[in-house]
């Protein structure tokens, strides 16, 4: 008896078109994608074709009224190099072409309604961050509070790795609550454990008391991290969907220093660590009240089959209805290439099929890696632990809060510049421009705590962690989010962002429990050059697993999570290293680099343009 391989199957007969517009000719499979096309699901139906489908999918969908703006919107999709070309009832007005030559020309220029959303899930972030830092100043208050302080490293242990291992089983719950209640739903809910839990935490008497509160909270962060930048990333336009969706880890950072903060602010004070522990409900506030002001998904309604719903709240997001009709025809013609998967499988499915179907497979392994790497770069070392690392470098106790403070400071304004460059430069390469400056920074920072007590040795260690957080912030620090937000499908994207913060939380659960034994056996110089060798471990995972999504709509990226790892890999060592060191090693400017990638719009325009040298 044959096994049964768990896989997608192609669609489509021989010589004829397929209900998304791609000829079943080409056999349609998201699970293998050796030539390395981009394809565009509407390339190549006739007009009248296409026409047809459009009208059939408004009658199908509900939305009749929209039928001449769908009917441009899918002209748009389908060549969205000729908008300005469009003729017959289907020609597009000037205010339309404004806004569609605006997406390349002002990327910027938003509906204030997008704005709001991601300044909402900017302060869902900065709860993330806040709550982090305000147990990181009580740490070294409320264990003689509660009668287990001691010298053991056992007993230095914080907190905070019960609340990860609680996020990582909130991580869990975020595919079916999502499922059941929405993007903002699920948002609103969260919202309330990083509220109430965290108020109670100023108010207990008792150890377990507060660790009852801290594992409360710690579900709530796992399912809002789970699906905050989800809902960013459904929500923005692919030209600027990096740096839209980054502002999880730049707001996250902005929470770290504003605690940080506080904890200076109150040091002195009697109730110094209930008011650190206490105080970030504050951003919670806010994130409560707003969120129910910005638009559901509408890729979310698109699931759930409620296109009235999507269009309405697409409306909200977009600057122009041709938007909206482009958009919601375009995601539909690729979303019901992957509704083979999603219309046969439950939670339980879902889960094993990360891991089994091959398009989903490779987005996983990216995910996985671009996550696990943030652990591996040693900034939750200095995050957690950054107190003990100063005292032991010669600071006084407030001396240290203060150089967490300026360690704060740096990850947040050095976050700035990937508003930017992610979109430009693109995810990978901020990642591999960063963690070899991230490795030797770590190293140097570690191999100045053997230098003689003294202010040289306290500056140089001070210097290099700030360095350190310079190159982590533009880099690994906004990347993973936004990269494991964006890379599964539709049908698998809950589960498999949960996956991805899953293995983040889980893994900054170890070293939070690892890292004082590490610590205690090796001192500073021997567990800064732990981590500094875990970056370069990280570099050559990122080199050969990690492919760029910079630009591409979500549905684009199934064709790019559809190339063979093997070829992926292949690809860097024949291709790009050869071509890097020709660039930037032996200063040949005139180096070229064959893409690996070729857009279906792309080979037009070589066959034009081979056609036209022919006929001169």
Not at 1 to 8: A, F, G, N, P, R
Not at 264 to 270: G, R, S
């Given at each position: 008896?044959?096994?049964?391989?768990?896989?997608?199957e192609p669609k489509g007969v021989e010589g004829r078109y397929l209900e998304t517009g791609v000829e079943a000719a080409e056999h349609v499979d998201i699970n293998e994608n050796p030539e390395a096309r981009i394809k565009n699901p509407l390339k190549g139906i006739p007009r009248e074709k296409l026409m047809r489908d459009v009208e059939a999918f408004a009658q199908e969908k509900g939305l009749t009224e929209h039928i001449p703006l769908l009917r441009k919107g899918a002209l748009v999709a389908q060549n969205p190099h000729d908008f300005e070309d469009q003729d017959g009832d289907e020609a597009l007005d000037e205010a339309e072409k404004v806004a569609l030559r605006d997406e390349i020309t002002h990327r910027w220029r938003m509906p204030a309604r997008l704005f709001l959303t991601i300044a909402t899930c900017s302060i869902g972030a900065a709860v993330q961050g806040w709550d982090q830092t305000g147990s990181n100043g009580a740490n070294i208050f409320f264990p003689e509070y509660y009668g287990i302080s001691s010298e053991s490293t056992r007993d230095r242990l914080p907190g905070r790795p019960w609340t990860d291992i609680l996020a990582f089983i909130g991580c869990w719950l975020a595919d079916p609550i999502n499922n059941w209640i929405g993007r903002r739903g699920v948002i609103f809910v969260s919202a309330h454990f990083c509220l109430w839990p965290v108020i109670g935490s100023a108010f207990c008497h008792t150890w377990w008391e507060q660790l009852i509160c801290r594992l409360l909270m710690g579900v709530g962060m796992g399912v809002k991290a789970?699906?905050?930048?989800i809902y960013a990333a459904e929500n923005a336009p692919a030209s600027i969907r990096g740096a839209l969706v980054m502002s999880w880890q730049m707001w996250t950072a902005f929470g770290i220093f504003l605690g940080t903060a506080i904890n200076?602010?109150?040091?002195?004070?009697?109730l110094n660590w209930r008011l650190m522990l206490g105080a970030p409900f504050i951003p919670a506030v806010p994130l409560i009240c707003l969120i129910y002001l910005c638009p559901e998904s509408p890729r979310w309604y698109m699931k759930k089959n409620r296109y009235p719903d999507a269009w309405n709240s697409m409306v909200r997001l977009r600057n122009n209805p041709i938007q909206v009709a482009r958009d919601m025809y375009y995601i539909h013609s690729q979303l019901s290439i992957e509704m083979e998967i999603m219309n046969k499988s439950n939670y339980v499915t879902r889960f094993t099929q990360l891991f089994t179907i091959p398009r989903v497979r490779r987005a996983s392994l990216a995910a996985f890696t671009v996550m696990i790497a943030q652990q591996m770069c040693g900034i939750n070392i200095i995050a957690f632990y950054s107190t003990?690392?100063?005292?032991q470098s010669g600071y006084t106790q407030f001396q240290a809060m203060l150089c967490s403070f300026g360690f704060g400071l740096v990850n947040w304004l050095f976050a700035f510049p990937a508003f930017w460059t992610i979109d430009t430069f693109g995810r990978r390469s901020l990642l591999l421009f960063t963690f070899p400056n991230m490795m030797w920074t770590l190293l140097a920072a570690g191999l100045c705590t053997l230098l003689p007590f003294g202010e040289a040795r306290t500056a140089l260690v001070a210097l290099f962690i700030f360095l350190f957080a310079a190159f982590y912030s533009p880099g690994e620090g906004p990347v993973p989010f936004t990269y494991s937000a964006e890379v599964y499908p539709l049908s698998h994207r809950e589960v498999g962002m949960g996956f991805s913060v899953a293995t983040c939380l889980f893994w900054a659960a170890v070293l939070s429990m690892t890292f004082p034994f590490i610590l205690d056996r090796l001192e500073t110089v021997g567990a800064f050059g732990l981590y500094a060798g875990f970056n370069l471990v990280a570099f050559v995972m990122i080199f050969f697993l990690v492919p760029e999504t910079k630009q591409r709509t979500l549905e684009e990226l199934d064709y790019v999570f559809a190339v063979p790892t093997r070829k992926f890999a292949s690809y860097q060592v024949t291709e790009a290293a050869p071509w890097w060191f020709k660039r930037y090693a032996l200063f040949q400017r005139d180096a070229v680099l064959e893409p690996l990638y070729h857009q279906d719009d792309d080979e037009d325009v070589r066959r034009t343009?081979?056609?036209?040298?022919?006929?001169?």
């Open positions: 008896m044959s096994e049964k391989v768990d896989v997608i789970s699906t905050v930048p200076l602010a109150v040091f002195y004070h009697p003990t690392v100063f005292v343009s081979s056609t036209d040298k022919v006929v001169s």
